[in-house]
């Protein structure tokens, strides 16, 4: 029996992230604080049918422990079957996506789509909880499709009913997409309206914003998504502004440490050739207000291969120096 998952303002969890939180990044994430990391959002369907593009998603090594699988899809008995498949090869705990917005996603009915369908959204949860039993299903919500069509609230209770163990929102209508600002109010609402934990998401680019998110809206957890893109200390960030203490801002070194973990990581992991790309889009977002970034974002994209990066990180860590001549 697997336990349960820590859910609690100093445990922080990573968000499902497309294109992000693979398993090199879910692991730079927990070695930085991350409680709980959520996997990329994988296709139900990919899953059952043998997608080749499903499989990369669903990697994972023992100390990328505890994985929340988050799967979309609108078929009760695709995502049931999909479920079985995840079951015996170990995996524990799952989230339904029913926040994407993407048309990829949400012409399938999936994702986002659902909050327009509650009755199929109760369903495919109840096949989730059917397959795993109680305490190990998510659902990660939007307000609702569009604003005057909210129904995170009446949701919350009928997911509840159907025995979801925690909800997450991100308070923004999937018309939005990430325009205008997260409703944090709207998080203390479903906190008030259900019995279960709620996490916040949205908005959440600092340890400050988090702690503010938190003490505004009661949740009882935060997920960081584009915070942890920018910053993936945040999560230990956070621990400490909530013990009373902030942490100055990450130190030349520090930076250059965590662009050499996190190659170390995807280099470990994925195809070297990808995997070298992957990190020349990664990296920019790390450097951001380190003295000379621009030049070193310049020589990323230079850089041919894997053999340029010492060079790079040498640049990254000798920052202060280089300004203080
Ligand atoms: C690049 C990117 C990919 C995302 N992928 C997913 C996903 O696969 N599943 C999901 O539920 N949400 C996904 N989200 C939404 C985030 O998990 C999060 O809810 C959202 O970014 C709001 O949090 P933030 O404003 O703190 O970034 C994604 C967001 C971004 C920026």
């Known amino acids: 029996m697997s336990s349960p998952l820590p859910i609690a303002p100093g445990s922080p969890w990573l968000a499902p992230l497309a294109g992000f939180s693979d398993l090199a990044f879910r692991l730079l994430c927990r070695e930085r604080g991350a409680a709980v990391a959520v996997t990329e959002m994988v ?14 998603l669903l990697a994972t090594c023992p100390e990328d422990c505890p994985l929340v699988v988050q799967l979309f899809g609108a078929e009760p008995e695709t995502v049931a079957r999909a479920m079985d ?42 096949a989730m909880v059917r397959a795993v039993g109680p305490g190990r299903v998510g659902v990660k919500l939007r ?8 129904c995170h609230l009446d949701l919350g209770r009928a997911l509840e009913d159907a025995g979801v163990a925690w909800l997450t929102l991100h308070p923004r209508t999937a018309r939005q997409a990430f325009s205008g600002r997260a409703d944090w109010p709207e998080i203390a609402a479903l906190v008030s309206r259900v019995s279960i934990p ?12 988090a702690a503010a998110c938190l ?26 502004l909530l013990d009373g203490q902030v942490l100055p801002p990450a130190t030349p ?19 070297p050739r990808r995997g070298f790309l992957r990190l020349r889009t990664i990296v920019p977002r ?21 053999s ?8 990254i860590a000798a920052a202060r120096s280089e300004e203080s001549c």
């Not at 070194?253 to 470990?268: G, K, Q, W, Y």
């Open 308 to 315: 340029e990066l010492p060079g790079i990180i040498e640049r």
């Open 43 to 56: 296709s139900a369907k990919g899953l059952v049918y043998g997608s080749p593009g499903t499989e990369p």
């Open 198 to 209: 709620v996490m916040a998401s949205g908005d959440l680019f600092t340890a400050e914003d």
């Open 215 to 240: 003490k505004e809206s009661g949740a009882s957890g935060v997920m960081f998504a584009r915070g942890a893109m920018a910053d993936p200390a945040v999560f230990s960030r956070l621990q400490a």
């Open 143 to 150: 307000l609702g499709w569009c604003a005057g069509r909210e």
């Open 253 to 271: 070194a520090e930076l250059a440490a965590l662009v050499s973990r996190h190659a170390e990581l995807i280099r470990r992991f994925d195809f």
């Open 85 to 126: 498949l995840l079951l015996a090869r170990g995996f524990t705990h799952f989230d339904l996506n029913a926040g994407c917005s993407v048309p990829k996603v949400v012409k399938t009915g999936a994702g986002a789509a659902l909050l327009n369908d509650p009755a199929r959204l109760v369903c495919v949860v109840a």
């Open 286 to 306: 790390y450097l951001r207000g380190l003295p000379g970034a621009k030049a070193v974002r310049e020589a990323l994209i230079r850089a041919a291969d894997w």
